[in-house]
């Protein structure tokens, strides 16, 4: 019998809330901070999240407060599970409320805009913890598969194998296999780039192309993700690993996927306004886009997919222009990785 741990689960959204039902069918206790009353009403007294997993019987383990004081006390593991643009500030209210000790779980995949910095990074910077103490949690893990019980793998990584270790074992279940990395670089950056080529895989799906296109831009998508992790220190091996090819594959084929469909409705003529305005969830790879292109260029790292889905969001060139930039670039031999 494993050790039975208690989580604090910040961010009461789909992967927030779905994790939650990880962790509990695990054994952990959790609980869950959500900032709408509501919510937190619906998950202690109907053991739902209906904004998010509606229909999706929730453990009744899992319990929700607004109270992020009340969420954290004694917690051995702190998971992050807001979007990566707004981490800094809300760590800055958490802190005074976060246990000594405990071990800081990002379950997110974005690059902090204007730092160019990892969520771990970010982690770091405001709460100061050593290594040891920070981890992410990543991989194929489409949050509304997983709560229905679907069979998933996952990585728990952190610098430290001990620490890697206890995360795997607070959250492994018949459903939800967890590997454990010491590459924790690698593994954020795997998470952060395969929503950049999601969205655009959406493109070139809303565009009218079939399985060709969508596997150029996945292989040559590895292939720019290899180059900029390397160049950070990660092990490129990684990249074919659960966190990369495989968290890859699943969200530019998974309809599921919010990059890939919010691409989808730019490759279709929508306007950026217009797909913002109907995008309620959290598509990290809009914003990370160009944070991932800052850290390629200050890495000399090549990343024409990416410099692609920048230039369509926030440089006015179209889908078609993108796809041609693309399409016509030098003559090259192949290689993958640097
Ligand atoms: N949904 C999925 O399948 C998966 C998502 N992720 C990652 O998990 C992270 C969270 O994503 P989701 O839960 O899916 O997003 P979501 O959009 O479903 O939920 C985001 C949550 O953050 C809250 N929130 C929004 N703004 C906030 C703020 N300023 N302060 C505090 N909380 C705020 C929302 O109320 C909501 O509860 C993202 O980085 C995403 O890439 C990772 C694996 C799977
Ligand atoms: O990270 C995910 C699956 O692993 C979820 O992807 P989206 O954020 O594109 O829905």
Known sequence: ????????????????????????????????WARRPELVRAVNERHTNPDYLPGVELPAGVRATTDAAEALRGADFVVLAVPSQTLRANLLDWVPHIPAGTTVVSLMKGIELGTAKRMSEVVTDVLGVGPERVATLTGPN?????????PAVAVAACADQPTAERLQQACMTPYFRTYTNTDLIGCELGGAVKNVIALAVGVA??????????????????????????????????????????????????????????????????????????????AEGVKSSESILQLATAHGVEMPITEAVVGLLHKGLSPADAMQALMTRSAKPERYGV
């Open 142 to 150: 489409l949050a509304w598969e997983i709560a229905q019980r679907q």
């Open 205 to 282: 799906s809303g565009m009218g192309f079939g399985d060709n296109a969508k596997a150029a831009l996945i292989t040559r998508g590895l292939a720019e993700t290899v180059r900029l992790a390397v160049a950070l220190g990660a092990d490129e091996h990684t990249m074919a690993g659960v966190a990369g090819m495989g968290d890859l594959v699943a969200t530019c084929n998974s309809p599921l996927s919010r990059n890939r469909t919010f691409g989808e409705q730019l490759g279709r003529g929508h306007t950026l306004d217009e797909v913002i305005s109907t995008t309620r969830q959290t």
């Open 1 to 32: 019998m494993s050790a039975r741990y208690r989580a604090a689960v910040l961010g009461g959204g789909s992967w927030g809330t779905t994790f939650s039902m990880v962790l509990s069918d695990a054994g952990t206790e959790v609980s869950l």
